[in-house]
């Protein structure tokens, strides 16, 4: 999608710090980093949201593998972490493009806002 800020991303367009990479996915530094770790992993193809993907989508399959590999090299794996996953409006969605937010290296609260 050309207006989409995270295909751009994918298109070294915008330039972004990555993290890591797969053939389906790539995981980068979010701008406005939430903890010591904060990397958005997203599908290289345009998909909105979760809402878009059907049942034989590999997509999440895809995102979770390179979370794993984030989350180890980041050394946050043991220690534990946060994923985050926002939808649409209610959700805060600010970015129509899905991305999984892998939020690391310091003690998460409960109930988030
Ligand atoms: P969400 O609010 O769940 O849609 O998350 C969007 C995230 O993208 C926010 O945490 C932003 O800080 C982050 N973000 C926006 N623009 C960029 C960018 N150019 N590079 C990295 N992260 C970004
Ligand atoms: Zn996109």
Redesign the pocket.
Known sequence: MSDC?FCK?VAGE?P?KLVAESDAALA?????P?APV?V?VIPKVHVTDINEIDGDHPVMDDLIALVQSVVTEEGIKDAGYRL???VGVD?????PHL?I?VLGGRRMTWPPG
Do not use: E, M, S, W
């Open positions: 800020l991303i915008i972004a980068f530094y979010d701008i406005a939430q904060h958005l985050v996953v926002n959700g805060q969605q600010t970015v991305h937010h």
